[in-house]
T-cell receptor, first 113, second 108 residues
Framework: NAGVTQTPKFQVLKTGQSMTLQCAQD?????MYWYRQDPGMGLRLIYY???????DKGEVPNGYNVSRLNKREFSLRLESAAPSQTSVYFC????????????FGSGTRLTVV | LAKTTQPISMDSYEGQEVNITCSHN???????ITWYQQFPSQGPRFIIQ???TKVTNEVASLFIPADRKSSTLSLPRVSLSDTAVYYC?????????FGAGTTVTVRA
């Protein structure tokens, strides 16, 4: 009963490097989301995928790209990391339109130096 | 999305009841009121949701007055393990955005 699994849990990047954050869910959910959490700012939506094959921008999409690889997996890519992208990243999933059923992963703590 | 306002922080002691009030003056007819809880180093988790009147589950109660312009999350007899950030969300759209929430600190 894994729920939402995120990898890696921790990562340090140098400015300009690229990386992909991985997310997988085993609940057969249609919708998946990527958030970032900065101190004192709650969680802000980066991108979401309402269903397999679709992706849309959230509140803070600049500097990120996403891929909905299949129904289970939703990855977040940083093409050229910047110190402003230092944050904790959370992936979540839910049934479409089921806003009380969000399940979050345990997060990826990313530091860009 | 309806804007919500909730206190930044609250302190309590073990065994007390904690009530967190959230204001959402421009709530729309189709909006639901949803609360999430987040422990340090973890993702948020759903606590409770309601549309009107009162909802209770094994974790909390949610009180919503008739005008629905505010709601109150009630945590009965808190323990140290209830120390967390609590988020109030009002929405009818599945794209959740979270504000800063209320940091509840329970002391012995």
């Amino acid at each position: 009963n894994a729920g939402v699994t995120q990898t890696p849990k921790f990562q340090v990047l140098k400015t300009g490097q690229s990386m992909t954050l991985q997310c997988a869910q085993d609940m057969n959910h249609n919708s998946m989301y990527w958030y970032r959490q900065d101190p004192g700012m709650g969680l802000r939506l980066i991108y979401y995928s309402a269903s397999e094959g679709t992706t849309d921008k959230g509140e803070v999409p600049n500097g990120y790209n996403v891929s909905r690889l299949n129904k289970r997996e939703f990855s977040l890519r940083l093409e050229s990391a910047a110190p402003s992208q230092t944050s904790v990243y959370f992936c979540a999933s839910s049934e479409a339109q089921d806003f009380y059923g969000y399940t979050f992963g345990s997060g990826t703590r990313l530091t860009v130096v | 999305l309806a804007k919500t306002t909730q206190p930044i922080s609250m302190d309590s002691y073990e065994g007390q009841e904690v009530n967190i009030t959230c204001s959402h003056n421009n709530i729309a007819t189709n909006d639901y009121i949803t609360w999430y809880q987040q422990f340090p180093s973890q993702g948020p988790r759903f606590i409770i949701q309601g549309y009107k009147t009162k909802v209770t589950n094994e974790v909390a109660s949610l009180f919503i007055p008739a005008d629905r312009k505010s709601s109150t999350l009630s945590l009965p007899r808190v323990s140290l393990s209830d120390t967390a950030v609590y988020y109030c969300l009002v929405l009818n759209d599945y794209k959740l955005s979270f504000g800063a929430g209320t940091t509840v600190t329970v002391r012995a």
